[in-house]
């Protein structure tokens, strides 16, 4: 017998959380159950993105489920417009939640918690505002101070617990903490408060509710009515954990544990919503969706593709530390991505004229052209070609350097899916600007070759210009010109000073004629000059474009 021809299957490498959840299937946990936690106060980035590809992605390879559940605790600052951009972000990168619940359906199941907490003598009614007990929380090194009402009877809680839930106090007037320990090593741990009053409309419980649940109250609750079996958020909460369990343990409910893992952050990007929705309010951006924005409904309108911010989640992958990510790891994604699946189009956003001489007047000639190498299925399509022509200004140089393969005085040049053409003649205005160029075409070079075998290196590409379609086109860059945005170690008095003044410049454009009702949603490869798509701005007569992204990684060079 042949000795161990045995071969163990290549072992994949599991992230933590991957490795925490085989753990736990081991040990006999037959269900995984996460959850995606938004507050609906602004829309998603892609910060949230990396969360949602986490937790909707952990279920599906576990066969579990994912819930997307609303943290919506705080009326003053939610909305159902943001609840709606939310569901469609997720959708829009492709996943879909087992339930779509709300901490607010479970508001009633929380206040009889609170109420079985007051009868344990475990919460009490403080009259304090929230600032004097932020003043009495002590510091690390000093214990904080007990309430004056700390030591109120469970009656008497009981009693001003219910009133203030039937409205009688103001805002701020009393709140709800937990009776825990003024003391404790864990700051959280002193006192936390779990309910305060607003007097505000909710967007779904109308105005049922004038108290709300704080976070650290609602969520593990929120988890565990709902039996999530890995409660995954970011790092920043791994404070908030022993609180998670206390609340839990003390209620005797079902366990749902957290984890933590380090939140995305990418250079030359704010991921906050509060500071992103400065920037709406301030008009620094046309919005939410501004092709600028880090928002999943940016990256959509700017012509990303869901796989491509997937293929980003799962390339940065599930760190345990803080980190902070390259933008460019993002640009390649969506550059990998679109080099596989966007079409080809011809577009010139830097025009300069040429006209082909010995063209017939009037001619025109379809010619055919691949609309993507690397999909056979893709098919072709018919380009227009005329007398004259638009050409990229880049791609002609009138005193060229050795080793130029473009247009330059008496010399050649292949026109994509075209003729050769040779320069004769260069206009110029009168300030000596070239204004055109006369050239004359080979017209057995058509179908590749030449009419005498010589050879011609340099392709570019063109527009015939009385078919171009002229579009208003827009180059984005980063919205920061620092790599942290909130850098102010050059003396600016604010992040706001670190705003790119050149994060969006328009250019009109001159685009084969196949674009004129280029649909929303589609991204193109514009040949050699990089991926563009159509903006939501378009108008009838009035075509924009956005920029994707470069063909090449080329802003981070210029920038550094
Ligand atoms: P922001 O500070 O941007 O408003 P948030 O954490 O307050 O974000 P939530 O709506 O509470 O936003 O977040 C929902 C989920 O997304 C949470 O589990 C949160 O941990 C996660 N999340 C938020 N920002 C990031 C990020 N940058 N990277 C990874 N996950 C994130
Ligand atoms: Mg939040």
């Known amino acids: 017998m042949e000795a161990n021809t045995q071969t163990t299957e290549p072992k994949e490498k599991l992230n933590f959380l991957e490795e925490i959840i085989e753990e736990s299937i081991a040990k006999g946990e037959k269900r995984v159950q996460t959850r995606f936690p938004p507050e609906p106060n602004g829309y998603l980035h892609i910060g949230h993105a990396k969360s949602i590809c986490i937790n ?23 909305d159902t417009e943001y609840v709606d951009s939310i569901k469609r972000d997720i959708q ?67 009693d001003l617990f219910d009133r203030m839930r039937r409205g009688e106090f103001p805002d701020g007037a009393k709140v709800l903490r937990a ?24 967007h779904r419980t109308g105005n ?35 609180l998670y369990d206390w609340f839990i343990e ?66 940065v992958g599930v760190a345990k530390r803080d980190n902070v990510i390259d933008l460019g790891k993002l640009e390649y994604c969506v550059r990998e991505d679109l080099n596989k699946v966007a079409e080809r189009r011809m577009a010139v956003l830097n025009p300069l004229k040429v006209v082909i001489s010995n063209w017939e007047e009037g001619k025109v000639e379809m010619r055919k052209a691949v609309n993507n190498p690397e999909d056979p299925k893709a098919g072709m399509r018919d380009v227009p ?31 994509r899916y075209s003729y050769l053409i ?21 017209p057995m070079s058509g179908e590749g070759s030449s009419s005498d075998g010589r050879r011609v290196k340099g392709v570019i590409h063109w527009v015939s210009a009385p078919h171009a379609v002229k579009a208003e086109v827009r180059l984005f860059n980063p919205l920061f010109r620092t790599e942290d945005p909130f850098d102010t170690s050059a003396g600016q008095e604010s992040w706001e000073y670190n705003l790119n003044p050149d994060s969006m410049v328009k250019v009109t454009g001159y685009l084969e004629p196949s674009l004129k009702d280029a649909p929303i949603g589609h991204t193109y490869q514009f040949e050699r000059v990089g991926y563009f798509c159509p903006d939501t701005d378009t108008t009838a007569g009035h075509p924009v474009f956005n920029r994707t992204v470069t063909l090449k990684d080329s802003w981070a060079k210029i920038n550094k």
């Not at 006192?191 to 009053?197: A, H, L, N, V």
Request: net charge negative.
């Open 179 to 202: 009776k825990i320990d003024m003391a404790h090593p864990n700051m959280l741990f002193r006192d936390p408060i779990m309910y305060r009053i607003i007097h505000a409309e909710h």
């Open 208 to 242: 049922k509710w004038c108290i709300y649940p704080m976070y650290d109250y609602a969520h593990g609750q929120c988890d565990s009515i709902e039996r999530i079996t890995h409660s995954i958020c970011t790092l920043e909460f791994d404070v908030h954990r022993p």
């Open 422 to 442: 040779k320069c004769e003649e260069v206009v110029k205005d009168a300030e000596g600007n070239v204004v055109e160029l006369r050239c004359t075409y080979d």
């Open 56 to 78: 909707f992605g952990l279920a599906k390879k576990y066969g579990g489920k994912c819930n997307l559940r609303f943290d919506d605790t705080n009326p003053v600052k939610e």
């Open 385 to 415: 070609f005329s007398r004259e022509i638009y050409i990229d200004r880049d791609d002609f140089m009138e005193n060229p350097p050795k080793k130029y393969f473009r247009l330059s005085p008496g010399s050649e040049v292949r026109l």
């Open 92 to 158: 829009w990168l492709g996943f879909q939640w087992a339930e779509e619940r709300y901490a607010s359906d479970y508001f009633d199941q929380l206040y009889e918690w609170a109420v079985e907490l007051i009868k344990k003598g475990l919460a009490y009614v403080d009259d304090q505002t929230q600032e004097e007990i932020r003043l009495t929380r002590g510091t690390i090194s000093e214990p904080g101070k007990e309430s004056p009402w700390r030591k109120r009877s469970v009656e008497e809680n009981l």
């Open 250 to 315: 003390a209620l005797g409910i079902f366990p749902s544990h957290q984890y933590e893992f380090a939140r995305l952050n990418l250079t030359y990007t704010m991921m906050s919503k509060r500071n992103l929705l400065k920037l709406v309010k301030e008009g620094a951006v046309m919005g939410w969706d501004d092709p600028r924005m880090p928002t999943i409904c940016a990256l959509r309108r700017k012509g990303y593709t869901p796989a491509s911010v997937r293929a980003f989640a799962e390339m």
